[in-house]
């Protein structure tokens, strides 16, 4: 009787790709590996013909793909899972409500660092001479610079001073004289420092006494030995070179010289990265006022009943310390808490409070920061260590991993900075932390001065709790808001530049009162146009349909959609002459305004050009916070929730510009950055003053925004809404199609339209150009959705996935490309 030899099972692994496939993809796994890895493991896959990707698994079974033949994984990354199962769960949400994919919403969440991805190097393969006769002239001198070394497709490029060199390394290949490698290298590099010690042989009094003997000689050595034990050492503790070096004001000689003796040892130690430096002194928390108190009180009731909370609170009525009182109850049973900012700016002053009351607790995760750092900050969260409870972030902070997040604080709430627009997942943040939330059984607490008429609605529909404040802090009044008419004063020329003469007697004022001065223009740049008074020609972006943004400090033309720019001309590109004149004014020119007008006065930029680096925002807050600044001109930046005590006067140069943008939420949006942009005047001991620049001064919007009349902005936006059949009342998808051909894009987007509207009898606009109808060379156009009908949103996203998919298959549309925004407001 024949006894068959039992076969072992075999296994195979789901993973999520960084790419936009539509589903996981299946790989083989050894049985030994399948026992050690679960869902949320790296590892190191192949993928094409010769690609390796940082792959997530999301699933491990025993059920080989039916239609292709699984590969072997190549290598497996961590030790423990790198994301978490909730991490999944909330993944799996994401791409289901947004509409994108597995592998785009890996790739917005895990940081840079820890997605390895294999680099292309081309290797020399030795050949007989008669094989290196073939080779052309540019062809050889590949072959003589990878005698030296492998390179990539980048260094070829450089060194052939080609674009396209792909084709000559195929022909090189098909020659036999070159071969392609795949070279895999982790990005992450963790921060070493170097640490010395007292060797173990002077553990003794006997050996102390003689090397202090035998130092008499070197004073500065005698320093070093004699820092470590005032610092109440033992022998096995480590100090800091760096620290020693800067407390005793030396070199790194004396301790490089007590190492070649042997009477140091040195070590170099992995150290977190110091993203904010830490306050030695903790400061207590500041004592609640009685309207702040009943305000946390009535949060901490509310939290009990509802899952979500909105706080309303004026400007300056100190939402921060109410919000500082409710993390420390959360850290008390030992909770994460997650801390919202809309902007990147806003974080210098809530990181600075925070740390002030909670120290290393506190972590802050934003864009600004290196690969490294935000990967440092992704694994502290992940170890749930005493130094990730607090974690101060923009909105891609809600994809971080959290092990017991307790409540969620969404500063700003109404800021349109929380929503995703490019590249996908298009998430909303204030939207998608409340299903975050939902996971953890946590709480959210929106706080805003300007609520978003979707919260503003669910609050008084009854769907989330809701708290007011509506005193500011120490009794102060609100600012006192006053209209200029510009029409008038341009009539009686009472301009001066872009100043009406009541804002420069206000500035002047304000100066004698040593006070400072906020400028408010949401437009980056010195001129938006330049424009020939001859011929009327206005320099045009070669890649963007729009006019080119005039530089003045780079004495450049711009363009804010792709970056392209050119040296600012002398003359007319059409016609030679010598007549170029700007139109419309930038933050840049408000400055050099302000610079003519009162020489003597120190002033400040805010806008995305003067904050590029790192630490841009940091620098200027705190130059105006110390008052070395008296004026700061700035974009929306400066209208975020930023506290600034000293600031009396607050100048609005055009408030028209956000009311005439042809945009559903235009009004409902200048209300709110008009109110926040007043909130800043007066916020200590004065009441602030501030002045709005208009050709609109009978606006209802504005006359809203005088009388700080939230109720009836709700009331007649409300009504608007629902007459047009606009969100919160009725949800909206848009859909843009995107192609480089002018034809294509017109015959995809109408044959998209025609197909989606045989299944669904709901509003359809469109498919339409939108105001810059091309970008980088891409055409765009728009459909947009209205889920007014009969049908849920879940069977119109089946619907227009189904389309997606025939229109997929069309091989004249190969050359478009489909994007979904779910919510795109």
């Known amino acids: 009787m024949k006894i068959k030899a039992s076969v072992a099972p075999a296994y195979f692994v789901d993973v999520i790709l960084p790419l936009p496939l539509p589903k996981a993809y ?16 790296r590892l190191a896959v192949p993928f094409g013909k010769h690609k390796m990707y940082t792959a997530i698994i999301v699933r491990i079974h025993q059920v080989a793909p039916l239609t292709y033949d699984p590969k072997p994984i190549g290598m497996i990354l961590d030790e423990k899972p790198c994301v978490t199962k909730m991490q999944l769960e909330f993944w799996s949400w994401i791409t289901s409500y947004y509409m994108c994919s597995h592998g785009e919403v890996m790739r917005a969440s895990i940081p840079a660092a820890l997605l390895l991805e294999s680099e292309t190097l081309i290797v020399i393969k030795e050949v007989e001479k008669t094989v290196l006769d073939k080779l052309s002239d540019l062809q050889f001198l590949v072959y003589e610079a990878l005698h030296k070394q492998a390179l990539s497709l980048d260094d070829i490029a450089k060194i052939t001073d080609r674009k396209r060199v792909m084709p000559l390394i195929v022909d090189m290949m098909q020659k036999g004289v070159v071969m392609i490698h795949q070279k895999i290298e982790e990005k992450y590099k963790p921060k070493k420092v170097r640490f010395v010690r007292l060797h173990p042989d002077y553990d003794k009094d006997a050996q102390l006494q003689l090397l202090f003997e035998s130092l008499r000689r070197a004073p500065k050595q005698l320093e070093v030995i004699m820092r470590i034990f005032s610092l109440k050492l033992d022998s096995g503790s480590w100090s800091k070179v760096e620290d020693l070096r800067s407390y005793l004001k030396i070199n790194s000689g004396p ?36 309207a702040q108190y009943n305000a946390y009180y009535e949060i901490k009731k509310k939290l009990k009943k509802k899952q979500v909370v909105l706080f309303e609170g004026v400007t300056s009525s100190g939402k921060t310390e109410v919000y500082i009182d409710l993390i420390d109850k959360q850290l008390q049973e030992g909770k994460q808490v997650l801390y919202l900012v809309p902007e990147i700016s806003l974080t210098p002053q809530i990181v600075d409070r925070l740390i002030s009351c909670f120290g290393d607790q506190v972590l802050v995760y934003h864009s600004k920061f290196s690969i490294h750092e935000r990967a440092e900050v992704w694994m502290t969260v992940l170890n749930s260590k005493k130094k990730g409870q607090v974690i101060v972030g923009a909105r891609s902070a809600i994809l971080l991993p959290f092990q017991d997040l307790g ?70 009044s ?118 003519q007008i009162f020489p003597e006065v120190k002033v400040g930029r805010m806008d995305w050009d003067s904050t ?96 700080h009349d939230y109720e009836g902005l709700f009331s007649v936006q409300k009504n608007e809404r629902i007459q047009y059949r606009y ?6 998808i848009q859909i843009t199609l995107k192609c480089r051909q002018f034809e294509t894009i017109n015959l995809a987007a109408d044959w998209f339209v025609n197909v989606v509207k045989q299944s669904y009898k709901g509003t359809i606009l469109g498919p339409v150009f939108p105001l810059v109808s091309r970008v980088r060379n891409q055409y765009q156009k728009q459909i947009l959705i209205k889920i007014d009908h009969d049908l849920s949103a879940t069977s119109l996203k089946n619907i227009l996935f189904k389309t997606y998919k025939s229109f997929q298959a069309i091989t004249a549309f190969r050359s478009a490309r489909v994007n979904f925004d779910v919510d795109p407001y």
């Open 727 to 732: 969100p919160p009342y009725y949800r909206m």
């Open 255 to 290: 301790i490089k010289a007590l190492v070649d003796k042997g009477i140091l040892e040195e070590s170099y130690q992995e150290v977190l990265r110091e993203l904010y430096p830490l306050k030695k002194i903790i400061s207590k928390k500041n004592q609640l006022s009685e």
């Open 612 to 707: 590029r680096g790192k630490w841009g925002f940091n620098k200027i807050i705190e130059s105006f916070v110390r008052e070395e600044i008296q004026v700061l001109v700035g974009t929306q930046m400066v209208v975020k929730g930023l506290n600034f005590r000293n600031v009396l006067l607050v100048g609005v140069i055009n408030a028209d510009h956000a009311l005439n943008f042809p945009d559903f939420r235009a009004h409902e949006r200048s209300f709110q950055m008009l109110c926040q942009v007043a909130g800043r005047a007066g916020r200590s001991d004065q009441k602030g003053r501030v002045l709005m620049q208009t050709y609109q001064h009978n606006h209802p919007t504005l006359k809203q925004v005088l009388e």
């Open 478 to 595: 609100l600012p006192k808001i006053e209209l200029i008419n510009l029409k008038e004063t341009q009539k009686k020329k009472q301009m001066k530049g872009v100043f009406s003469n009541t804002l420069i007697e206000a500035m002047q004022q304000t100066f004698t009162k040593k006070k400072q001065v906020i400028l408010f223009q949401n437009r980056r740049g010195y001129a938006p146009i330049l424009e020939c008074t001859s011929c009327g020609h206005s320099p045009q972006c070669t890649q963007c349909d729009v006019s080119l943004t005039y530089h003045q400090i780079h004495q450049q033309l711009r363009c804010h959609y792709c970056s392209y720019h050119i040296p600012m001309p002398q003359q007319c590109h059409a016609c030679g002459m010598h007549t170029l004149t700007t139109k419309g004014v930038g933050t840049q020119q408000i400055e050099e305004n302000v610079n």
């Open 407 to 476: 409540l969620v604080i969404v500063d700003e709430e109404h800021e349109n900075s929380y929503k995703q627009f490019d590249p996908a997942p298009r998430y909303q943040a204030r939207d998608s932390v409340i299903y975050l939330a939902k996971i953890f059984n946590a709480k959210v607490l929106l706080g805003s001065a300007t609520p978003s008429l979707e919260s503003a609605e669910n609050a008084r529909n009854g769907k989330y709790g809701w708290v007011k404040l509506t005193e500011r802090f120490g009794g102060v």
């Open 26 to 41: 299946t790989y083989k796994l050894y049985s030994e590996d399948a026992e050690r890895l679960a869902p949320g493991f």
